[in-house]
């Protein structure tokens, strides 16, 4: 509208006065206005020709590459660099702004990505409750089937069993495989299946034993200390069988299953393994598995671990040859052991003194003594094992028996 108020006729020029321009609040200060656009073919032209050629070859390659990919890939990467695109330009648009309205900006989009974390959160744990309700029968069913095996196995002797569980994987059995497993577990025999396929009876160990042989997948230990599938392998090495091939949270809730068998019979260094966020299973790194046993067997009556913990409570062995158990094995304490240690070592210290003392428990904790005093135990403690190998637990049991076979025995002959 003109200043007179009347409405100016087409090309008639307007003063700036006449035009009325609505203020908002929100706008503090002018967007700046949009630069230049690129030229790359002129920038290009200012280049040596061999320069020039050896940026037009590079983007020909781009390109052909670009054209071999299948179009959902193709899709896939032009959305990517629009993400790219997109996120430089709020970049450089966040600087062009004043220090107040960038700082207001940070301040919402903190509000919003809250908000959102919360929402993830919130639909995840609903999520992972379906999973849990959808899994259970499955569930039910595995360990059924699990049950019915068991009854079949009527043998005690741990070879036999790890003859039969190698049987159940070459036929390809995985609830037969699992049932044997509780068993040797419940007999407190799962280290011997572990070192028998090469690996150490721990966390470690067992977290290799599901992820390659019931599952089929690498195990890779991250820098932080966590634990992941990585590729698929097309064969247990030195036997020449394939892995059952187990769907991963399966063999994770099997895992588990195990893990808490394996607590009850005090062989810690294997027990609380998994844990489970939002409906899913994953296998537990050291820390948390440290975390774990320290609370739980803070628990435990400490009479209890000083006579009964032995030597799987505080870690595990690694086998010197897979299948070959006779090569002889190698106690390594857990950070999960040291921390127990850690935790009470002075009350552990008192039934040292009065030789009540897991005998098992105290050669093998002997042996990783410069383990021990490295982590912070207290020298008190090493020096009352110390004292107590020297006077109850010294003799090699491998001597006792060869003093035994070597005795003069009475004759036993056939009765007449």
């Known amino acids: 509208m003109a200043p007179n108020g009347k409405k100016p006729t087409p090309g008639e020029p307007v003063s700036p006065e006449g035009i009325e321009k609505p203020i908002s609040p929100l706008e503090e200060e002018p967007e700046a206005p949009e630069g230049p656009k690129f030229d790359w073919e002129a920038e290009l032209d200012k280049l040596p020709p061999e320069e020039q050629m050896k940026i037009l070859k590079e983007m020909y390659g781009q390109a052909k590459q670009f054209l071999k990919l299948s179009e959902e890939d193709r899709v896939i990467i032009l959305a990517k660099r629009k993400e790219e695109e997109e996120y430089l330009r709020q970049q450089r648009d966040l600087l062009e702004m004043s220090p107040e309205r960038r700082k207001a900006k ?112 690498k195990l890779i230990k991250t820098p ?92 595990g062995e690694v086998p010197r040859e897979a299948f070959n158990l006779e090569a002889g094995r190698d106690f390594h304490i857990s950070r999960a052991g040291l921390a127990i240690i850690l935790n009470v070592a002075g009350v552990l210290e008192g039934f040292i003194g009065k030789k009540e003392f897991n005998a098992n428990a105290a050669r093998n904790l002997w042996e990783v003594k410069d383990v021990l005093l490295d982590a912070g135990v207290r020298r008190s403690f090493i020096k009352a094992l110390g004292e107590y190998m020297a006077e109850r637990v010294e003799p090699d049991l491998g001597k006792v028996v060869r003093n035994a076979m070597a005795a003069s025995l009475p004759s036993l002959g056939r009765a007449a």
């Open 106 to 217: 940070i301040e919402e989009a903190e509000v919003k990505f809250k908000e959102i974390g919360e929402e993830m959160k919130k639909i995840r744990r609903e999520t992972g409750a379906y999973f849990v309700t959808i899994r259970a029968e499955s569930e039910r069913r595995r360990r059924a089937a699990e049950a019915e095996e068991l009854k079949e196995l009527m043998t005690e002797n741990k070879d036999e069993l790890i003859d039969l569980f190698v049987g159940a994987l070459k036929e390809r059995k995985p609830a037969r495989c699992a049932a044997i497993l509780r068993k040797l577990t419940a007999d407190t025999n799962e280290n011997e299946l572990f070192n028998y396929f090469g690996y150490p009876s721990n966390l470690e160990g067992m977290h290799r034993f599901f992820a390659e042989v019931m599952i089929g997948r």
């Open 224 to 315: 932080e200390g966590k634990f992941e599938l990585g590729e698929k392998i097309g064969e247990i090495a030195g036997i020449h069988v394939k892995p059952l091939y187990l769907e991963p949270q399966t063999a994770f809730a099997i895992e588990n299953d195990i893990s808490y068998v394996a607590e009850f019979k005090g062989h810690w260094g294997v027990a609380r393994t998994v844990g489970q966020m939002f409906g899913q299973f994953y296998q537990v790194d050291e820390e948390h598995h440290a975390e774990e046993i320290v609370a739980e067997t803070a628990k435990v009556n400490a009479q209890q671990i000083a006579r009964q913990f032995n030597r799987l409570a505080y870690g």
